[in-house]
């Protein structure tokens, strides 16, 4: 089952540039469209901001705790995965 650690790192995802900034998750707001201080792109683009929004709220549902804690019961392992987006709102998963 998928344990995650939700990301707390806004950083840009234009090629060679390199700026990171470590948030809250209730910062999420404030980054929303805000360029990258360094190169100017959209650091949190609204389709980014919607499905990470949506995918917490996701994992914070009673359905999916139940599906959590059913699975736990099964045996079957944590995993961790962190999550990040790239700008066109789809939800990566690495772990
Ligand atoms: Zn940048």
Known sequence: MKKVIESRTIKCDK???NYREDI????LDKWRNK?????????LTDK???????????????????????LKLCGVKEREYTVSTDGSGSIILRG
């Open 48 to 70: 980014d901001y919607n499905s990470i929004t949506a995918f917490y709220k996701f994992i914070d549902s009673p359905i999916y705790r139940f599906f959590s804690w059913l």
């Open 35 to 43: 360029p990258c201080p360094i190169c100017g792109s959209n650091l």
């Open 24 to 27: 809250t998750n209730d910062e």
């Open 15 to 17: 090629e060679g540039c």
